[in-house]
T-cell receptor, first 114, second 117 residues
Framework: NAGVTQTPKFRILKIGQSMTLQCAQD?????MYWYRQDPGMGLKLIYY???????DKGEVPNGYNVSRSTTEDFPLRLELAAPSQTSVYFC?????????????FGQGTRLTVV | AQKITQTQPGMFVQEKEAVTLDCTYD???????LFWYKQPSSGEMIFLIY??????QNATEGRYSLNFQKARKSANLVISASQLGDSAMYFC??????????????FGTGTQLKVEL
């Protein structure tokens, strides 16, 4: 059981380049989340989705876009990379079963923008 | 306003002793959930324990227990009999209901725990 899979694990981008961070889960979870974690800091919510076709902004959505065409996949798009987007990105998913379902996390993508 | 506040950026504890990591939260929802996650130096996020707002008993999972004080809006993590492998960053998180924003999961800034011999 793969759980939540993020690709790539590491990436270096030049300023102004674009890329898509991939996230896939095989647990049939409705809820999916993208977070960024800056060095020594907590996780800040970028975007989240409560089901296929439904997405919403989190705390720090500027510079990012998401889509959710299937239950399994929740890609995060960076259109014009900036040094401020250097961070570790985590994708997470959880089941829609009320209060208790914990979020399962991917291994993270370490992105450096130079 | 911070939804989740962890006021201890770093904590030290002697091996085999107990340690309490503080977490306070802010929500106007009646229905919410509180989580603790562990992040070792390798970077993955490991779920530890969960407490629902309507749960009357404090949650326990092995050496982890959650000291839930609803009136004070606190959800402190207690680790008993600390082990060297407990050295990690610990995050408190809250899931609010629809009123709080549609099942968002909000994290605190974390507490770095170091277990010493």
């Amino acid at each position: 059981n793969a759980g939540v899979t993020q690709t790539p694990k590491f990436r270096i981008l030049k300023i102004g380049q674009s890329m898509t961070l991939q996230c896939a889960q095989d647990m049939n979870h409705n809820y999916m989340y993208w977070y960024r974690q800056d060095p020594g800091m907590g996780l800040k919510l970028i975007y989240y989705s409560v089901g296929a076709g439904i997405t919403d902004k989190g705390e720090v959505p500027n510079g990012y876009n998401v889509s959710r065409s299937t239950t399994e996949d929740f890609p995060l798009r960076l259109e014009l990379a900036a040094p401020s987007q250097t961070s570790v990105y985590f994708c997470a998913s959880r089941m829609d079963m009320g209060q208790g379902a914990e979020a399962f996390f991917g291994q993270g993508t370490r992105l450096t923008v130079v | 306003a911070q939804k989740i506040t962890q006021t201890q950026p770093g904590m030290f504890v002697q091996e085999k002793e107990a340690v309490t990591l503080d977490c306070t939260y802010d929500t106007s929802d009646q229905s919410y959930g509180l989580f603790w996650y562990k992040q070792p130096s390798s970077g993955e996020m490991i779920f530890l324990i969960y407490q629902g707002s309507y749960d009357e008993q404090n949650a326990t999972e092995g050496r982890y227990s959650l000291n839930f004080q609803k009136a004070r809006k606190s959800a402190n993590l207690v680790i008993s009999a600390s082990q060297l492998g407990d050295s990690a960053m610990y995050f408190c998180a809250m899931r609010e209901g629809w009123k709080g924003g549609g099942n968002k999961l909000t994290f605190g800034t974390g507490t770095q725990l170091k277990v010493e011999l």
